[in-house]
């Protein structure tokens, strides 16, 4: 009984941070399901957001989730830019091209945000940030509960998306074939960009929800690139449903990991898992 | 009777051709696969392209349906030139390409690939028509309209693969190795299919290996070997044509 009672507040923060994890996966996911390409930048794109909502915050007292409004059409312009005249380009080289061009980009957002904002550790700090629930024995903060119901949010919008829009569908065909993708009319340079964009949307979402969670300062893209990573590992590519188990597994393994082994089983538990999954079903729980 | 092109008949066939190619060179890379091959077809016809394996059947209804582009010669469709003109467009204007090993989206349901065969913008007016249309032919697929494409069998694939070509709302209906590893039975539904979609007033260009079978069906035919048209003509007289017979008859 003492010992369930315990791994309650571990399990439940586990799960909801697992919902943030998902967030920041999905549009790596997405890019690489479609494109082929790994979006090496995105976890500096996540940060990036978090960043603009920082600024938000501070010049104008804006609240963060009020932020989303204008971010998601910044940020999704801002992709199909990129897509159009970096990536594209890169692409009809090689795939190395267009994974150069993205690392490119991540050190490019790094030092600029280190430029504009500083090396100094930031956060999107509301009135919020501190309320917390009591259920039980257990208190949850305010943030991981948005957290959570974004992921839920965001994976129901993207999955109607793909499934029930013309673009969505010729999304979700290109990725699968993109030579038939095109004898069906489908233009994929036109569903790259538009692919790409909404990765873009999706990282500025995660960055809102990612800078009211947790602090962050211009490196902290690639320790989130690599949850990423984990996140889609483990629930294999193309599936949102994979996304959403990997993210749960994963925020799991966080605080099981550190609620048995300390802050070392924190690090350690997650990546544990991946290398497990990765012996056993290399292409993901859910995977294809 | 059939003949070998002239450029005189060449010209008597071309009137009022839907399709027009004109002596078109086609390469990979560096390599040459179609060497001044001239071909067309009228609206309504069945029209069918036999040859070997690797004689250039397929890279000749790619370069049709634009997935390739010639070095040289030119591509007509309905008076229009679609010579360099990209596959994403030329399906609006009216050639629905279905290619060889079906090639459907494996992880989508029957229903979202056929759907999906009507992504052009006219088409989509059209969709729940040509739907109609594609369960009256295959009935079957309006019962495993929710199962994914990759749990069918080899036919059934075939079927939607047609279908999906049908819900683009084509004039034309390119087809490449249509009964390649399907059994007898399947293939003569398929072909009564066919003759259903041309009672309908779409045209059809069809590619086989099965050359026999073919040229029992299709109105006219072209025989093509290592990336040239050799013969051309009426389709049951090219049964007869003793070249015909030697190379994939055996008799």
């Known amino acids: 009984m003492k010992l369930l009672s315990d791994l309650a507040s571990p399990i439940v923060i586990g799960i909801l941070m697992g919902g943030l994890y998902v967030v920041i996966a999905l549009g790596l996911s997405l890019v690489f399901g479609v494109m082929k390409v790994i979006n090496v930048a995105h976890g500096d794109m996540v940060i990036l957001g978090s960043y603009l909502a920082f600024s938000a915050i501070t010049m104008w007292g804006l609240n963060p989730l009020l932020w989303l409004l204008p971010s998601l059409p910044i940020f999704f312009i801002l992709g199909i830019l990129i897509e159009k005249y970096l990536l594209h380009r890169a692409a009809k080289m090689s795939a190395d091209a267009a994974l150069i061009i993205a690392f490119g980009l991540s050190l490019i957002v790094q030092n600029a945000s280190q430029r504009i904002w500083t090396p100094q550790t930031r956060s999107l700090f509301t009135t919020y940030s501190m309320t917390t629930f009591k259920i039980g024995n257990i208190y949850i903060p305010l943030v991981y509960l948005l957290d959570f119901f974004a992921a839920l949010l965001v994976m129901a919008a993207v999955h109607q998306f793909l499934k029930r829009t013309y673009l969505g569908q010729a999304i979700t065909a290109a990725s699968q074939d993109r030579q038939t993708a095109e004898l069906m009319g489908i233009n994929p340079s036109r569903v790259y960009q538009i692919a790409f964009g909404i990765s873009m949307a999706l990282a500025s979402i995660a960055g809102i929800f990612y800078g009211l969670t947790f602090p962050f300062n211009p490196q902290s893209g690639n320790p989130n690139l690599i949850i990423a990573f984990g996140v889609i590992i483990l629930g294999g590519l193309g599936s949102i449903g994979g996304t959403f188990i990997g993210g749960m597994i994963f925020g799991l393994s966080q605080t099981l990991g550190g609620h048995f082994l300390g802050p070392t089983g924190q690090q350690l538990v997650p990546f544990l898992m991946v290398l497990i999954v990765l012996t056993i079903r290399p292409q993901g729980l859910f995977g294809r | ?251």
Request: proline share 3%; hydrophobic share 40%.
């Open chain 2, 1 to 251: 009777m059939a003949q070998n092109i002239t450029p005189r008949n060449f010209i008597e066939m071309s009137e009022n051709a839907l399709l027009q190619i004109n002596s078109i060179n086609v390469f990979y890379g560096s390599l040459q696969v179609l060497w001044e091959v001239s071909l067309d077809v009228k609206s309504g016809e069945m029209v069918a392209i036999a040859g070997a394996n690797g004689a250039g059947k397929t890279t000749l209804l790619k370069t049709i349906s634009g997935v390739l582009h010639p070095a040289k010669g030119r591509i007509e469709f309905a008076g229009t030139d679609i010579t360099n003109t990209n596959a994403y467009d030329i399906v609006e204007q009216g050639i629905s390409h279905v290619p060889e090993g079906r090639r459907l989206f494996p992880e989508m349901t029957v229903l979202q690939n056929l759907f999906i065969g009507s992504y052009n913008r006219k088409a989509r007016e059209k969709r729940d028509e040509n739907l109609a249309r594609v369960y009256e032919l295959f009935p079957i697929l309006k019962e495993r309209k929710n199962q994914l494409a990759k749990t069918l069998s080899g036919g059934q694939q075939q079927m939607v693969a047609i279908g999906r070509g049908l819900m683009a709302n084509p004039r034309v209906l390119i087809i490449d190795e249509m009964s390649l590893g399907l059994s007898p039975l399947i293939v003569n539904e398929l072909f009564r299919a066919l003759k259903d979609i041309k009672a309908r007033g779409i045209t059809i260009l069809l590619v086989e290996q099965n050359v026999w079978r073919t040229l029992h069906e299709a109105d006219r035919a072209y025989v093509i070997e290592t990336g040239r048209i050799v013969l051309q003509g009426n389709a049951h007289d090219l049964i007869e044509e003793e070249e015909v017979r030697n190379a994939y008859f055996g008799t």
